[in-house]
């Protein structure tokens, strides 16, 4: 919150920041993780929305009122939507037979189909979990990955092969493999 009240000049505005951070941070946290479904990326929403609410501090009148409750929950909504909205665009890498070797596209067109994939995924051993969770859910490049594990970009990129191909084994054959979780 120090952060918050360096870049606030007046006191009154201080205070009455202070009072709408401790009063409505929690709500805009749940309302954040309620559209994105991750811990990290609500509280970056809640940081921007809060740096949104420095921005018109001046224009509340009171920081303990429905209208006060109102703008918070709009502005991390919208804030909440609008990096949902981009992440969707960005994400223009897939799990789909392109990538695991699955040879007919229509066995992954149905809800069902898509649970059984996010099921053999959550089976995997966890170093291809995480690897295939990075590249394709997160969007990392094979050097971030590296970085981000401690590996080589050369092992980075054959562990995402073998764990594409063992998953696209996993979806051919229609279940989900019991294994040691060994790294």
């Known amino acids: 919150m120090l952060l918050y009240l360096s870049m606030i000049e007046s006191d ?23 559209i994105l479904g991750d811990t990290r990326d609500s509280e970056d929403v809640v940081h921007q929305a809060f740096l949104k609410i420095i921005g018109v501090l001046e224009k509340i009148e009171e920081p303990r009122c429905h209208k006060t ?3 918070c ?16 665009r960005e994400n223009t890498l897939s799990l789909d037979e392109e990538y695991v070797n699955v040879s007919d596209t229509a ?23 995480e690897v295939l969770l990075l590249r394709y859910d997160s969007g990392f490049s094979d050097r971030e990955i590296a970085g981000l594990l401690s590996m080589s970009e050369e092992n980075v990129r054959k562990t995402i092969q073998r764990a594409k ?14 294994h040691a979780d060994y790294r």
């Open 12 to 34: 009154g505005d201080r205070s009455k920041f202070e009072i709408i951070y401790r009063e409505y941070r929690d709500l805009m946290l749940y309302i954040a993780n309620r």
């Open 69 to 71: 409750r109102s703008l």
């Open 73 to 88: 929950v709009t502005i991390v909504e919208r804030t909440a939507i609008d990096l949902y909205r981009r992440r969707q």
């Open 107 to 129: 066995q992954i067109d149905t809800a069902a189909d898509r649970a059984d994939l996010a099921a053999a995924i959550a089976s995997l051993p966890t170093r291809y979990r």
């Open 165 to 178: 191909e063992r998953l696209g084994r996993m979806i051919e054959e229609g279940g989900t493999e019991q």
